[in-house]
């Protein structure tokens, strides 16, 4: 099964895009989709949404994972994310595949094992799990790259299968 998995943002959107067989998982490709700031934010949405569009097409992935949103003290970046998050599943739902939300606590359950972990501890997990020399770079790809793990993880288990 090919995921990708997405770290929705409108400054930086992060991506990775693994691949999990029999349990075992390898990093395919990850990445991040950047807007300028100080730029028109519908152009930065349409910037998003176009980047979005060429990465299905490249990424050929049978499932989506993405972050649930998470409002904290600041509403109005929160406005924003959810914005370029809607864009986001604008162009996964033309490409037709399925979309998996995860809220932060999940994806830290799923990769460490803790649903209180930290970020480093997640990262330094993700890392582990796909034997890579380096956590991926940017923060938001490696994000994404642990959103995607949680998805191979959790749509593996014998909960999710004995739900089918």
């Given at each position: 099964m090919r995921i990708l998995g997405i770290d929705p943002g409108y400054g930086i959107t992060g991506f990775g895009?693994?691949?999990a067989q029999r349990g075992a998982c390898r990093l395919l490709r990850c990445g991040a989709i950047t807007t300028p700031p100080n730029t028109d934010f519908n152009w930065r949405l349409g910037e998003i949404y176009n980047n979005m569009t060429e990465l299905m097409q490249l990424a050929r992935a049978d499932a989506v994972a993405i972050e649930e949103l998470f409002f904290g003290n600041n509403v109005t970046t929160g406005i924003k994310v959810a914005q370029?998050?809607?864009?986001?599943?604008l162009a996964v739902q033309q490409a037709g595949v399925p979309v998996y939300e995860y809220k932060p606590m999940q994806v830290k359950q799923a990769v460490v094992g803790y649903g209180n972990a930290s970020k480093h501890?997640?990262?330094?997990?993700?890392k582990r799990i796909l034997n890579l020399p380096a956590v991926p770079k940017p923060d938001d790809a490696a994000?994404?790259?642990?959103?995607?793990?949680?998805h191979a993880r959790s749509s593996t288990s014998?909960?999710?299968?004995?739900?089918k």
């Open positions: 895009i693994i691949e370029a998050r809607g864009v986001i599943l501890q997640v990262m330094d997990m993700t994000d994404a790259v642990a959103i995607a793990l949680c014998l909960l999710a299968l004995a739900q």
